[in-house]
């Protein structure tokens, strides 16, 4: 009997170490397939990193920015007080363009005033 237990105990242990190595084989598949899966999303991950690069030297600084920005309020503050000089300018200019049709206006109503009350004058000299 014990033969037949020792034989049937080396089947058993043929049988089970068949399994472990089933067992080891199919874990390495696993692996195998999870170590290419996990590089091909490392690549993915890694040329993603490199754009973001390529990306980032295209920026300016931060520097770069506040000065531009500085410039760009010093220019918009100097157009905006050439506007208003410039304003300021037609205000005066349209003020007296209409002072001087005023004027105009003022002499050349004397002008038909006096020539008729000379006219009137003449006929009645008559």
Known sequence: ????????LAVAIAGLRKEMELRAKSADDAI??????MDARLEGMN????QLNRQTHTFITRNEAELKHEQLTS???DLSQRV???????AEIT?????L???ITIYTTFIVVVTGAI???ALDCK
């Open 1 to 8: 009997m014990d033969h037949i237990t020792n034989e049937a």
């Open 32 to 37: 195998a397939v999870a170590t290419k899966t």
């Open 47 to 50: 040329e993603f990193r490199e």
């Open 75 to 77: 220019k918009i503050e």
């Open 84 to 90: 208003q000089g410039a304003e300021l300018l037609k």
């Open 95 to 99: 003020g007296k363009i209409t002072t």
């Open 101 to 103: 049709a005023v004027v």
């Open 119 to 121: 006219l009137r004058y």
